[in-house]
């Protein structure tokens, strides 16, 4: 049976069970449990300070009121990477190619701090529709244009790490493709090519942690707008 290039991000079913249910519980068993010793494992050790350092940088321009969230923004960001990390071994299904999945998280935590401002300081949050010193022909078109640009937010949240994800993806895919095919005919040209595919595959480990960074941090700024 031929397969299409985008097939491999079609959510796998067994027995009439998704299996996308499965990939989203997984990265949770594979973090290991705080433990009491004095000296704890490097693998727990390097996710101590992993977590510490990306929650004081998200959390160090904030106000204390945006303090709150750092368990939530730190579990999320844990949770985005390695589910990025997990889908590019083989045999795997990345979740976070899926809109869908995507947007049900960026909806309803861009909902939650666009709520917060509405409820702690609705006159600033309001303000944001219209800069200050507009003049006053153009105030109707910018209040439609930042309404619209405000409800485009989760939108591109949810956007921007899909397609990013999908494209890595896909192209590495495609060069992985293209050293198989080429390997018994030409054998040179299939060895730079598998370089480049180890190269992209560097390159894409990368993506897949920054994306996951910048899902948080663009939170974290619709946060600290609000609070």
């Not at 368990?71 to 844990?78: A, K, N, P, R």
């Not at 935590?109 to 409820?119: D, H, K």
């Not at 921007?160 to 895919?173: D, E, M, S, V």
Request: glycine share 6%.
């Amino acid at each position: 049976m031929a397969l299409g290039l985008f097939d491999q991000f079609a959510s796998p079913t067994y027995l009439g069970i998704p299996l996308i249910l499965l990939a989203l519980l997984l990265p949770w068993a594979l973090f290991p449990s705080p433990s009491t010793r004095w000296l704890s494992s490097p693998l727990l050790s390097a996710q101590g300070w992993f977590i510490n350092t990306f929650t004081k940088q998200l959390f160090l321009p904030m106000s204390p009121k945006g303090h709150k969230w750092a368990l939530l923004l730190t579990s999320l960001v844990i949770f985005l990477m390695t589910l990025n990390l997990l889908g590019l071994l083989p045999y795997t299904f990345t979740p976070t190619t899926q809109l869908s999945l995507n947007l049900g998280l960026a909806v309803p935590l861009w909902m939650a701090t666009v709520i917060i401002g509405l409820r702690d300081q609705p006159t600033h949050a309001l303000g944001h529709l219209l800069p200050e010193g507009t003049p006053t022909p153009l105030i109707p078109a910018l209040i439609i244009i930042e309404t619209i640009s405000l409800f485009i937010r989760p939108l591109a949240l949810g956007v921007r790490l899909t397609a990013n994800l999908t494209a890595g993806h896909l192209l590495i895919q495609l060069v992985a493709t293209a050293t198989f095919t080429l390997l018994p005919l030409m054998p040179l040209v299939a060895l730079s090519t598998a370089v480049l595919l180890f190269l992209m595959t560097l390159l894409e480990i990368a993506v897949a942690m920054i994306q996951a960074y910048v899902f948080v941090l663009l939170l974290g700024l619709y946060l600290q707008e609000n609070i």
